[in-house]
């Protein structure tokens, strides 16, 4: 069925763990992956680039005498390995010991036999060769040229697809895998303004299972729509006005959110949200989940990073702070269990992390949602990195569309969007119903009743 | 000779070099189906990080990747394979999955290699993997204590370090064969400071390509004493920190790190893909006045130990200073091997890349803004209502336009040419090329970053360095939250 034997993955994994706790190590975690991907690239109807290669990779966690080291290496060779795990057990001599440093309780953790089929593999993936996808690019790219004159240039269209595999072995007794594959498209066309201007601007579908991806026409044709619509943008006044948020846009703002949940964030008080768990958080408009259960969902898995069975954790529910979202260190330091949110990291490392994080859908459209709108502006893209975690404090570049008595009047740029983080969820007074589950951040339209735009 | 415990198998000192007979052998197999250019990038990388919080180094880690791309490229179209295992096999297999982009014919491989013999941009004897790890934590230790010294306020330190040494060899069609050891070390410390319940944070890092020497510079200056305190300094004044006016206004950039600005708003712009490919505003405009006659922009490879500086870049070719904006005209843009051809010019060896796994793109290395003629203070005092921006924290540009949006981590109100309130959540908006002509002012006190940079560009990552004088721009939209300011 695919060339990915778990079963290999966990075997070399339990080789590696059994040699590091051989070598003095109290407790080894081995997490062994393995991958290959395809990419392809066409611009203005030609190829640009045709991309292919495997992977595979090996991080081990070592904990001895609570003194912590990761260690990461593509050297799986057998003289590879020996200096990997050496090298662990030195630097581990070199940490200083943490008392809340180990892995979950052995009781705790899932068994391969409780671990949920979740479909996030395509096993037909891999046969999707250069040929198709670059004739899928093409056809993606031509879409989006042909719709208008003035949309004639491109940074091209890529399609790609990759797939892979991967095992967790500790030394606490937990053995899992699984296998994932991830396909999208994106077409990024620039058109010219009438001031001799250029905007650009793109659109994309991602999709587990590559049968699922939007056609490329479509995403072609969306993609000139949205680059078209930016024809013409200016500035507005500086002034303090509704904001709704468009679901990439969104997407980041709920991002933030989830950062700042994060029990990492919390337990080093680099969150405006320590010590707010039980408290009012948002508008009683806003709900946020995290699910990684969802079946082909692009965050899903059946365990977490350490082992433990992975879970749904309602974070916020009606604009109370249910919990933050943890791991089994960030659940120690904190006095809590471990919500089942551990996720390793290329270099080794474990820390918490989302899955699918998920603001619930409302009720109302995104159009009806904008038909209600007096005057605001409507963001669809936003710039830069102004936001202070401690603080809350949030300000960046934006650009979107002006509305005015519900209707689109014209496009905007170079303006900021300024509010407390804090003070912006509190705000936000229309939640919209629609949800496309691209990201694992995923959020519908929403609306915030007032910010600060710094315009002319 | 080096006495390092860390090479690259392939490298000369390594078990099993790669010689110029196993890269013709390699080349050909790349070229057999008629690509007309082909190269090979061997990279061997090694990184070491401590990082320390609550008083104690609570993890060490250490990462080592290897493997081999190859690239053919025919006109436009460019094929990239990439594997780990350095095995003849699985290299030969690369080689001919990279030759696929081509579809007939063969084509000649070089007889003889080139090997280009620039050194001495920065020291590769000396590594900071190397050393003991214990003088590694002892460093993190010190920044701890100093921190902590510092002021009561301070409630948490965070300090790291991060050290690599990145090995690569690669072989051309063209006839180039090039060798490299490139060393990095990043310091950084963060702190935050609670004052009855309002928080801030400070940082303050720094490093270069270079081992530990980076913090034995005179005065103290880059020590962990220096940075701990500066974290603090910068906490402590944003405890005071009020809401920033919102609007169009004076801006006055301090030197140094503010040339990320220049970096984003304008060296993006000038690299060659872009206008190659018609998409940057900067496209067709060499010879025209893009910016006010004081600017002259270079970028400059060979600064002794900066971020940036390179000796050769990842398709073999070595970079000098190339000058892109001279007294305002455009003049020049940054170019790798394929815009290099397409524009009928010479490389200017900014063809950089993430690692193996990624193709090559014109990057950027050292990007400066020269100095201009103005005494800094008397630009401060010119300023009757504005704002100062002293650190900065990120940036991204819509390279199609120049739009771009910055955020400030440090930033203060100049009232009647002092300066004088510290302002929070500040953003600068503006259009580069429209920032560029309002430069009304420049300094005459240039200074290039302490080494913090690291560019993205097409989700490929590479340090760079930038520098700058003080900067006055005429007008830039500032994005605050206080309305009337």
């Known amino acids: 069925m695919s060339q990915y034997d778990i079963n290999k993955l966990i075997e070399l994994g339990g080789q590696v763990v059994e040699r590091a706790r051989k070598g003095g190590a109290d407790i080894a975690e081995a997490a062994v992956s393995e991958g290959q991907h395809l990419s392809v690239k066409v611009r203005l109807g030609e190829p640009e680039l045709v991309e292919e290669a495997g992977s595979r990779s090996l991080g081990l966690r070592v904990i001895r005498d609570q003194r912590v080291a990761v260690t990461h290496t593509s050297d799986l060779t057998p003289d590879g390995l020996t200096r990997f795990i050496e090298d662990a057990l030195e630097l581990v001599q070199l940490s200083q010991p943490d008392v809340f440093a180990g892995a979950p309780d052995p009781s705790l953790l899932s068994k391969a036999s409780e671990h949920r089929d979740l479909q996030l593999f395509d096993p037909s993936i891999d046969s999707i060769d250069a040929a198709r996808a670059l004739d899928m690019a093409k056809r993606a790219e031509h879409a989006a040229l042909s719709v208008d004159p003035r949309c004639k240039n491109s940074e091209g269209a890529t399609v790609s697809r990759q797939s892979g595999a991967s095992a967790l072995v500790t030394s606490g007794g937990f053995q899992g895998g699984t296998r994932g594959t991830y396909a999208s498209i994106v077409v990024s066309p620039v058109a010219d303004d009438h001031d001799g201007k250029k905007r650009s601007g793109h659109h994309w579908s991602a999709r587990r299972f590559f049968a699922e991806l939007d056609a490329p026409e479509a995403v072609g044709l969306e993609a000139a729509k949205r680059t078209l619509a930016k024809l013409g943008s200016r500035k507005i006044d500086t002034q303090e006005v509704a904001v709704v948020f468009d679901p990439d846009a969104a997407r980041a703002i709920l991002g933030l959110f989830a950062s700042c949940a994060n029990g990492g964030a919390i337990w080093r008080k680099s969150s405006y949200l320590a010590e707010r768990e039980g408290q009012l958080v948002a508008s009683p408009l806003v709900s946020m989940v995290d699910d990684p259960l969802i079946v082909r969902g692009p965050g899903s898995r059946a365990f977490d990073g350490e082992g433990l069975l992975a879970r749904k954790n309602v974070v916020v529910d009606e604009g109370v702070l249910k919990t933050f979202i943890l791991d089994t260190y960030s659940a120690k330091k904190l006095g809590k269990q471990s919500t089942g949110n551990a996720s390793r990291g290329s270099s080794g490392g474990v820390g918490a992390s989302t899955t699918n994080f998920i603001l619930t859908p409302g009720t109302i459209t995104p159009e009806e949602l904008l038909k209600s709108c007096d005057r605001a502006l409507y963001v669809t893209d936003m710039m830069g990195f102004g936001f202070n975690a401690v603080t809350g404090d949030f300000s960046r570049g934006a650009a979107g569309f002006w509305i005015e008595k519900g209707e689109r009047m014209f496009p905007v740029s170079e303006v900021t969007i300024s509010l407390n983080i804090d003070e912006l969820w509190k705000r936000v007074d229309a939640v919209a119903n629609d949800q496309d589950l691209r990201t694992s951040i995923c959020s519908p339209t929403f609306r915030v009743s007032a910010m600060t735009i710094a315009g002319k | ?485």
């Not at chain 2, 200073?321 to 200017?348: C, E, N």
């Not at chain 2, 560009?457 to 309305?483: E, F, L, N, R, Y």
Request: hydrophobic content about 35%.
């Open chain 2, 1 to 485: 000779m080096s006495s390092s415990r860390y090479h690259a198998p392939f490298g000369p000192q390594g078990g099993t070099p790669i010689d110029a007979e196993i890269a013709r052998k390699l080349l050909t197999v790349a070229l057999a189906q008629g690509g007309d250019y082909a190269d090979l990038f061997f990279e061997y990388g090694v990184s070491g990080s401590y990082s320390l919080e609550e008083g104690i180094l609570k993890a060490a880690g250490r990462s080592v990747s290897m493997g081999l791309g190859v690239r053919v490229m025919k006109d436009d179209a460019t094929g990239y394979a990439y594997v780990q295992e350095l095995t003849p096999e699985a290299m030969q297999r690369a080689a001919r999955t990279a030759a696929q982009i081509a579809a007939s014919g063969g084509t000649p491989t070089p007889k003889t290699f080139e090997v280009p013999g620039v050194t001495g941009r920065y020291e590769q004897q000396i590594l900071s993997l190397d050393v003991a790890g214990e003088q590694k934590r002892e460093l993190l230790l010190r920044a701890d204590r100093a921190a902590r010294a510092a002021d009561p306020r301070v409630i948490r330190v965070e300090a790291s370090l991060h050290e690599e040494l990145r090995e690569v060899l690669m072989a051309t069609s063209t006839g180039k064969l090039a060798h490299d050891r490139q060393p990095m070390v990043r310091f950084s410390v963060r702190v935050i400071a609670d004052d009855n319940g309002k928080r801030q944070t400070g940082s303050s890092g720094g490093g270069g390509r270079m081992s530990l020497e980076y913090f034995d510079v005179p005065q103290g200056v880059h020590s962990p004493e220096w940075h701990a305190q500066e974290a603090v300094r910068h906490a402590i004044a944003m405890l005071d920190a009020r809401e920033s006016p919102a609007g169009e206004m004076e801006v006055v950039l301090a030197p140094g790190d503010s040339g990320i600005l220049l970096h984003e708003a304008v060296g993006h712009g000038l690299e060659a893909d872009f206008n190659r490919k018609g998409t940057s505003n900067y496209t067709g405009r060499i010879g025209q006045r893009v910016a006010s006659e004081l600017c002259t922009v270079v970028d400059d490879a060979s600064l002794h130990g900066s971020r940036g500086s390179i000796h050769v870049d990842d398709e073999g070719n070595t970079p000098e200073r190339v000058t892109l904006i001279q007294d305002g005209i455009l003049v020049g843009y940054m170019h790798d091997q394929h815009s290099a051809k397409h524009f009928k010019t010479k490389p200017t060896g900014n063809g950089r890349r993430e690692s193996f796994q990624a193709h090559p793109m014109p990057r950027m290395t050292n990007t400066l803004l020269l100095a201009g003629p103005h005494d800094p203070d008397s630009i401060i005092r010119s300023v009757k209502k504005g704002v100062y921006a002293r650190k900065f924290g990120g940036g991204q540009v819509d390279i199609s336009n120049g739009d771009f949006v910055f955020s400030l981590t440090e930033s203060y109100l100049i009232e009647d040419g002092k300066i004088t309130t510290p302002l929070k959540g500040v953003n600068l908006i503006g259009n580069g090329p429209d920032v560029m002509a309002k430069i009304t002012m420049l300094g005459n006190d240039m200074e290039t970053s302490d080494g913090i940079w690291t560019c993205g560009k097409d989700g490929q990552s590479v340090p760079v360095g930038v520098g700058c004088p003080t900067i006055k721009i005429a007008s830039v939209t500032v994005g605050g939250t206080q309305m009337g300011g």
